[in-house]
């Protein structure tokens, strides 16, 4: 049989505000000081109810309907949890509804987002792994066995760095660079590990839906379930994984493109092969043998056409804030303050570099798409004014 293996991301960064040092008053609380909780309120609570209660709603029904063949897995991180907490706590309520058919997976990432695995010092990656793990395992009692690092960063390094954790199985992008000639639908092994698998994401099969879903230009417009269902018919292998973000569903693609029919059509559709069917990622991997191996000294990711760390290290003004970032942390930790170290993490969501990203082309309309800056360079300003007022609040601490 040839798992059909869907995973969605689910994230919300923790937006920054409009800081200035010569402001005539700042709040003495650093959360309140750097944080704009009034916009991530108003965009989490648009977010769920174009996309994580209507989409949570119809994939719970979707699960009784097919009487568990239906399975998919999710990854919720640290930073979309808090704020499903504080400002919709009816998310965290459907997650349980999702989580309680046994036909769901959550899988493990760094609690805030981060890219602590880039970090020299790999202390502060497997704290936040952990930190997640207890969360996710306290909210929905899920010990995942499978890791999915922030943005998909893969290398072989991370791979070893999962394993140690203890990990089965990790997600990777199903890049030519990686793969060459060979498919992404088997599983593989990684230089330098022992027993981890690798799932790689089918790129063009995720995309179709997540990207190209509404697009008239598109050859293939509009797309089926019956169509997408043949599609993946025809894919020899092991396992088709369909990886992509949740926001797909209601917000990326709103629900008058036919998004939801489309989704709600599928299962159906898919199970009407008898070679077909649906997999957890920790079932792909607990059912089946590596394919083969890859050998991925450097680091790639699901982002952007170079599929590399560039969407977030790209240019010299991401890459000074990044080791502005890092070089804070021995001085944080030595503050003993949880406040403190709360907010330094929350710094590190990646997504903070990503708004600074100066790519062009339609990369750069993707970046400019989720910033809330009107240029890299407003956004660079602004998180720098940050980091130094922060480094001032540390080192008096």
């Known amino acids: 049989m040839t798992a059909v293996c869907f995973y969605f991301q689910v994230h919300q960064p923790v937006r920054l505000k409009r800081f200035s040092l010569f402001a005539d008053s700042i709040p003495d609380s650093l959360y309140e000081r750097y ?10 609570g648009k977010v769920t109810d174009k996309c994580y209660l209507p989409a949570n709603s119809l994939l719970l029904k979707l699960i009784g309907e097919n009487e568990g063949r239906f399975r998919i897995s999710y990854s919720l991180t640290g930073s979309f949890l808090e704020q499903a907490k504080r400002f919709r706590p ?19 990432e760094t609690y805030y987002h981060s890219l602590s695995s880039l970090f020299e010092d790999k202390t502060e990656f497997v704290e936040q792994v952990r ?14 066995k499978v890791f999915r690092n922030t943005e998909a960063l893969f ?30 639908d088997y599983l593989y092994g990684v230089k330098g590990c022992a027993r981890i698998k690798a799932l790689l994401r089918n790129y063009k099969l995720s995309d179709d839906v997540s990207y190209r879903f509404s697009a008239r230009w598109w050859p293939e417009w509009p797309l089926t379930a019956e169509k997408y269902a043949k599609w993946l ?15 797909t569903f209601g917000e990326h693609q709103w629900e008058e493109t036919g998004i939801f029919s489309f989704l709600a059509a599928l299962p159906r559709e898919v199970l009407k092969y008898q070679h077909l069917g649906f997999m957890t990622p920790t079932e792909v991997v607990q059912d089946n043998p590596v394919m083969g191996e890859i ?16 969407a977030w290290l790209g240019n010299s003004m991401q890459r000074e804030c990044f080791h502005a970032l890092q070089g804070l942390e021995l001085k944080v930790r030595e503050t003993r303050d949880p406040e403190i170290l709360h907010v330094w993490r929350l710094l ?7 708004y600074l990203c100066t790519k062009s082309w339609a990369d750069g309309d993707v ?17 720098m004014n940050i980091l130094q007022d922060f480094r001032k609040e540390v080192e008096e601490a």
Not at 35 to 42: I, M, P, S, Y
Not at 348 to 354: G, I, V
Request: charged share 20%; hydrophobic share 35%; proline share 5%.
């Open 367 to 383: 970046h400019k798409y989720f910033s809330p800056f009107q240029s890299p360079y407003e956004g660079f300003i602004n998180y």
């Open 90 to 108: 009816e998310v965290i309520d459907s997650f349980h509804a999702l989580a309680e058919t046994g036909c769901v997976e959550f899988l493990n």
């Open 348 to 354: 590190q969501n990646s997504d903070h570099l990503y």
């Open 35 to 44: 944080f704009d909780d009034a916009t991530n309120k108003a965009i989490f």
């Open 295 to 310: 050998d991925v000294p450097n680091p790639i990711s699901w982002a952007d056409m170079e599929r590399d760390v560039s």
């Open 233 to 247: 018919a025809g894919a020899p292998g092991q396992c088709i994984n369909l990886f992509m973000d949740y926001e």
């Open 155 to 184: 290398s072989n390094d991370m791979a070893r760095l999962a394993e140690d954790l203890g990990f089965d199985g990790i997600v990777g992008e199903g890049h030519e660079s990686v793969l060459g000639w060979r498919s992404p």
């Open 131 to 144: 930190m997640h793990s207890q969360e996710l395992h306290s909210l929905f009692k899920a010990s995942g």
